[in-house]
T-cell receptor
Framework: AQSVTQLDSQVPVFEEAPVELRCNYS??????LFWYVQYPNQGLQLLLK??????LVKGINGFEAEFNKSQTSFHLRKPSVHISDTAEYFC???????????FGTGTRLTIIP | NAGVMQNPRHLVRRRGQEARLRCSPM?????VYWYRQLPEEGLKFMVY????????ESGMPKERFSAEFPKEGPSILRIQQVVRGDSAAYFC??????????????FGPGTRLLVL
């Protein structure tokens, strides 16, 4: 079985400040890792994914995430946030050979002008 | 290339009625997934289908819920005799032929079901 923990349900950040959204996972097998963003009343959009190779993954909108196998983490970062980054962010995993995503409970990012 | 389409976007039903949610995958995608998002929670996997086949329905409630993906037409998630606890956002995702989980799932805008 696999699970995902997003420790922060809400994160307020001032505009142009850096942000880190935390994600930890547990799985008995190797996993693929994803971050999705959900804007109000919309579906989910893929920000970035880690499949293999370099542990630092760059995504859209200036976001990046680092896979840390020893700490079973996949934290999402952005050096300078913008008002348009206000949204809910979901971390998700898929175990090797599986097809169903397991999601965390989400982190609501609020940007303060 | 149009994205994943879902309709209706909003659906209101009274307790005991049936709800039918439709999902048209992206062009070229043969795999469809349904997820449910309860208020203030993350998405939970319900079912994974390929054309005319249910591959994994481990997340589907045992009663009242069913899903299909016919040879022609959209995938349908059907909820019979809805109850208030079924109120949620239902998201459909699609992917190309799967390579062990590596293929990205692309999500539709969701159907928000409200049961009165």
């Amino acid at each position: 079985a696999q699970s995902v923990t997003q420790l922060d349900s809400q994160v307020p950040v001032f505009e142009e400040a850096p942000v880190e959204l935390r994600c930890n996972y547990s799985s008995s097998v190797s996993v693929y890792l994803f971050w999705y963003v959900q804007y109000p009343n919309q579906g989910l959009q893929l920000l970035l994914k880690y499949l293999s190779g370099s542990t630092l993954v760059k995504g859209i909108n200036g976001f990046e995430a680092e896979f840390n196998k020893s700490q079973t983490s996949f934290h999402l970062r952005k050096p300078s946030v913008h008002i348009s980054d206000t949204a809910e962010y979901f971390c998700a995993v898929i175990s090797f050979g599986n097809e169903k995503l397991t999601f965390g409970t989400g982190t609501r990012l609020t940007i303060i002008p | 290339n149009a994205g994943v389409m879902q309709n209706p976007r909003h659906l209101v039903r009274r307790r005991g009625q049936e709800a039918r949610l439709r999902c048209s995958p992206m062009k070229g995608h043969s795999h469809v997934y349904w997820y449910r998002q309860l208020p203030e929670e993350g998405l939970k996997f319900m079912v994974y289908l390929q054309k005319e086949n249910i591959i994994d329905e481990s997340g589907m409630p045992k009663e009242r819920f069913s899903a299909e993906f016919p040879k022609e037409g959209p995938s349908i998630l059907r909820i019979q005799q809805v109850v208030r606890g079924d109120s949620a956002a239902y998201f459909c995702a699609s992917s190309p032929p799967v390579n062990g989980g590596q293929e990205t799932q692309y999500f539709g805008p969701g159907t928000r079901l409200l049961v009165l």
